[in-house]
T-cell receptor, first 116, second 115 residues
Framework: AQSVTQPDARVTVSEGASLQLRCKYS??????LFWYVQYPRQGLQLLLK??????VVQGVNGFEAEFIKSNSSFHLRKASVHWSDSAVYFC??????????????FGKGTLLTVTP | EAAVTQSPRSKVAVTGGKVTLSCHQT?????MYWYRQDTGHGLRLIHY???????EKGDIPDGYKASRPSQENFSLILELASLSQTAVYFC??????????????FGEGSKLTVL
């Protein structure tokens, strides 16, 4: 079975500082990996995705993530955070079990707070 | 304009009562999902569907039923609501064949409180 671990439930950074949110996955096949963001009182929105190829993928608003297969990790990074980045961030892995089944398994999320 | 809309957005139910959460999408997507969100658990998949008139069990289906009467509509039904079902419920849709696996579009959530 697939699973995702986000070891940090809360992260606080100062505006303008760099950011890394950690994600480790467990999956027996070739993983499809995702980061979603949830702003207050909203649904989740896709930030970026990795299917194959270049292990560093770019997303919206300056976010990027790097797939490191040897470490089973897919950490999210941003060079300089803004107060508007405060949100809950979810890492997810997709299962393609064949046929018409497409399921997304989410981590528990990391609450990011950006302070002035 | 929101492409996935949920109703009600908030509901208080009594233990043992029946609750129906509704979801409507205008994305023309075949796949629809119901997730629940709990603090400390993230999102967990309850039921999903990839075609009208058919539903599939997700990871935590116990205590829930689902109904997909049309491509656009997907309901989550709690026949006998329990305290443990207090959570925020999210509906989502996707089209993995056109947009790739994992591109889900979420509604804004339905907050259910069972007393």
């Amino acid at each position: 079975a697939q699973s995702v671990t986000q070891p940090d439930a809360r992260v606080t950074v100062s505006e303008g500082a760099s950011l890394q949110l950690r994600c480790k996955y467990s999956y027996s096949g070739t993983p499809y990996l995702f980061w979603y963001v949830q702003y207050p009182r909203q649904g989740l929105q896709l930030l970026l995705k990795y299917y194959s190829g270049d292990p560093v993928v770019q997303g919206v608003n300056g976010f990027e993530a790097e797939f490191i297969k040897s470490n089973s990790s897919f950490h999210l990074r941003k060079a300089s955070v803004h107060w508007s980045d405060s949100a809950v961030y979810f890492c997810a892995v997709s299962q393609n079990s064949g046929g018409s089944n497409y399921k997304l398994t989410f981590g528990k999320g990391t609450l990011l707070t950006v302070t002035p | 304009e929101a492409a996935v809309t949920q109703s009600p957005r908030s509901k208080v139910a009594v233990t043992g009562g029946k609750v129906t959460l509704s979801c409507h999408q205008t994305n023309n997507h075949d796949y629809m999902y119901w997730y629940r969100q709990d603090t400390g658990h993230g999102l967990r998949l309850i039921h999903y569907s990839y075609v009208a008139d058919s539903t599939e069990k997700g990871d935590i289906p116990d205590g829930y039923k689902a109904s997909r009467p049309s491509q656009e509509n997907f309901s989550l039904i709690l026949e006998l609501a329990s305290l443990s079902q207090t959570a925020v419920y999210f509906c989502a849709s996707s089209d993995p064949h056109r947009e790739g696996t994992g591109q889900l579009y979420f509604g804004e959530g339905s907050k259910l409180t069972v007393l």
